[in-house]
């Protein structure tokens, strides 16, 4: 059986990011009942050479709409990192999967073996499609992901594996 670059990546991010706004909205609503104001959460980091909260999220949705675009063959839209709040993530995130769910299938053909070069600091890095989702975008997806709901535990946000999978 074989599986369309597609039907492994536009459901993939599409629910993981569904999951990464729930977390964000249980972390809001949590703050609120506590007073804890909002800048807090989103500009704390779990180290002090680690991007805060906000960067986290926003590099996630980098990676899943830059994926999807690279494997879908078209240009990957750019989003200025200007989110300040719960809210501009939360609009952020439904933008990101917006794009993703507008990506045509047919662009994905042959993606698997496509060439996919990105431009990491001073190097060049080339993969094959295949290679690049597996073993480039998607872990780098989820570190962002599982630091910004680490974060977010961290600080005694009530959220579980449940949470961070969609099953609360």
Do not use: C
Not at 49 to 55: A, G, N, V
Not at 72 to 88: I, K, L, M, N, W
Not at 92 to 109: M, Q
Not at 117 to 129: C, H
């Amino acid at each position: 059986m074989t599986v369309s670059m597609h039907a492994l990546s536009v459901p993939f991010y599409t629910a993981a990011l569904s999951n990464l706004a729930h977390v964000l909205t249980r972390a809001e609503a949590w703050a609120a009942e506590r007073k804890i104001d909002p800048a807090v959460l989103l500009n704390d980091r779990l180290a002090p050479d680690m991007l805060p909260l906000k960067r986290q999220v926003q590099i996630a949705t980098d990676h899943a709409k830059g994926a999807v675009a690279r494997l879908g063959g078209v240009e990957v839209p750019s989003f200025p990192d200007v989110e300040e709040s719960f809210a501009e993530l939360q609009a952020r995130i439904a933008r990101t999967r917006d794009f993703i769910e507008s990506v045509a299938e047919a662009g994905f053909a042959g993606a698997e073996d496509r060439n996919i070069t990105l431009k990491i600091g001073a190097q060049d890095m080339s993969f094959p499609g295949l290679q690049y989702f597996q073993g480039f975008s998607v872990p780098n997806f989820y570190f962002h992901v599982t630091t910004a709901y680490a974060i977010l535990r961290h600080n005694g946000a009530p959220l579980g594996k449940p949470d961070f999978f969609g099953r609360a």
